[in-house]
């Protein structure tokens, strides 16, 4: 059991299951949906939460016949709540670890254009090690991906970023440098071209991801550092949307080698240039400086990534910062 001081000034006991039901219910805003998702009946769920209310002497859902929303008190509540359950499956891992096992959830976030380690396939080697954790995957930019990571949302995530730019706040590992390659249709005046500077090309109409985000960024600051302007017609937020724009003849694109080149061995459509002066990136492995869980460590572990020692106050951030690469993974 889990003791929290009521919001009435006495001590109550509130037992973990009934923090999993309040959570269920802020997360789904759906009283059917919350037991199916705990497997149990509604009304025992419902009896559950009504009870735990008069405990601590306030409501923390108002609800009504369509509706239930959290109260001012329930959202007060629900930060402690979701505190307690990740402190208590914490402990449940770290006993487990203690007897070799390794067990609890893996968050792991990757942008879509990530090419130095094949996700599945790791992931697969993963689960055969330690098939007691539970692996939960999301895709997003790097930039929310980082953010996830020191919300404590995320526990490892892999990167691209501009080179001369890193995640930070994060211990991180240094994948590949990659560089990126002008994508054309192959029907393009260039398709086939040895190479080709941005001079060349900053005429030409572009597909690139959406403004703002570091994968559009990596383009933008190479034609700013050469101090030329280029016209963006079109914006994705998916690989898929880009290529198929460029293999119609709508515009030219900048993507990493690594990434687009299987891609484009498949597609007859797309051909690939060398630009002299083209864009850099570096991809990263990132995982938090704060006392990683031993399901993140596993995972380092399977890369062949040695974290730093809880005490050290430099970590692998540091070397990376210095110039002194960490070893590359083993992928």
Same mark, same amino acid.
């Given at each position: 059991?889990?003791?929290i001081a009521?919001?009435?000034?006495?001590?109550?006991?509130?037992?973990?299951?009934?923090l999993r039901?309040?959570?269920?219910v802020?997360?789904?805003?759906?009283f059917?949906r919350?037991?199916?998702? =705990?497997?149990?009946v509604?009304?025992a769920?419902?009896h $559950?939460?009504?009870?735990?209310e008069?405990?601590?002497?306030?409501r923390?859902?108002?609800r009504?016949s369509?509706?239930?929303?959290? +109260?001012?008190? #329930?959202?007060?509540?629900?930060?402690?709540?979701?505190? =307690?359950?990740? %402190?208590?499956?914490?402990?449940?891992?770290?006993?487990?670890?203690?007897?070799?096992?390794?067990? #609890?959830?893996?968050?792991? /976030?990757?942008i879509?254009? +990530?090419?130095?380690?094949?996700v599945?396939?790791?992931?697969?080697?993963? $689960?055969?090690r330690?098939?007691?954790?539970?692996?939960v995957?999301?895709?997003?930019?790097?930039?929310?991906?980082?953010?996830?990571?020191?919300?404590?949302?995320?526990?490892?995530?892999?990167?691209?970023?501009?080179?001369?730019?890193r *995640?930070?706040?994060l211990?991180?590992?240094?994948l590949d440098?990659?560089?990126?390659?002008?994508?054309?249709?192959?029907?393009?005046?260039?398709?086939?071209?040895?190479?080709?500077? &941005?001079?060349?090309?900053?005429?030409?109409?572009?597909?690139?991801?959406v403004? /703002?985000?570091?994968?559009?960024?990596?383009s933008?600051? %190479?034609?700013?550092?050469?101090?030329?302007?280029?016209?963006?017609?079109?914006?994705?937020?998916?690989i898929?949307?880009i290529t198929?724009?460029?293999?119609? /003849?709508?515009?030219?694109?900048?993507? *990493?080698q690594?990434?687009?080149?299987?891609?484009?061995?498949?597609?007859? $459509?797309?051909?690939?240039?060398p630009?002299?002066? /083209?864009?850099?990136? &570096?991809?990263y492995?990132?995982?938090?400086?704060f006392n990683?869980?031993?399901?993140t460590?596993?995972m380092l572990?399977?890369?062949?990534?040695?974290?730093?020692? *809880?005490?050290?106050?430099q970590?692998?951030?540091?070397?990376?910062?210095?110039?002194?690469?960490?070893?590359?993974?083993?992928?």
């Amino acid at each position: 059991m889990v003791v929290i001081a009521a919001m009435n000034g006495n001590d109550e006991c509130v037992d973990l299951q009934q923090l999993r039901y309040v959570v269920a219910v802020a997360d789904t805003l759906n009283f059917t949906r919350a037991a199916e998702r =705990c497997q149990v009946v509604q009304s025992a769920l419902s009896h $559950r939460i009504a009870a735990l209310e008069r405990e601590v002497g306030v409501r923390l859902f108002a609800r009504s016949s369509r509706r239930v929303e959290l +109260t001012g008190a #329930g959202a007060a509540f629900l930060v402690g709540a979701r505190e =307690c359950l990740a %402190a208590a499956d914490r402990a449940v891992a770290d006993a487990a670890a203690a007897t070799g096992v390794v067990r #609890g959830r893996l968050a792991v /976030g990757v942008i879509v254009t +990530t090419a130095a380690v094949d996700v599945p396939e790791l992931l697969q080697r993963y $689960r055969a090690r330690h098939p007691d954790v539970r692996v939960v995957l999301r895709s997003g930019r790097s930039d929310e991906l980082a953010a996830a990571i020191r919300a404590g949302e995320l526990d490892i995530a892999f990167l691209g970023l501009p080179e001369g730019e890193r *995640p930070a706040g994060l211990e991180t590992v240094v994948l590949d440098h990659d560089r990126h390659v002008l994508v054309v249709s192959a029907g393009h005046r260039l398709a086939g071209a040895s190479r080709v500077a &941005l001079a060349e090309i900053a005429d030409e109409t572009f597909v690139d991801f959406v403004a /703002g985000t570091p994968a559009r960024a990596q383009s933008d600051r %190479a034609f700013t550092a050469a101090g030329l302007v280029r016209d963006v017609a079109y914006e994705a937020g998916v690989i898929e949307l880009i290529t198929r724009l460029v293999a119609r /003849g709508l515009g030219v694109a900048l993507l *990493p080698q690594a990434f687009i080149r299987p891609l484009a061995e498949d597609d007859p $459509r797309l051909s690939l240039i060398p630009v002299t002066d /083209g864009p850099r990136r &570096l991809e990263y492995l990132a995982w938090s400086r704060f006392n990683p869980s031993p399901a993140t460590r596993a995972m380092l572990d399977v890369l062949g990534v040695r974290p730093p020692s *809880p005490r050290s106050d430099q970590g692998v951030s540091a070397a990376v910062a210095e110039g002194q690469e960490a070893r590359p993974p083993t992928v």
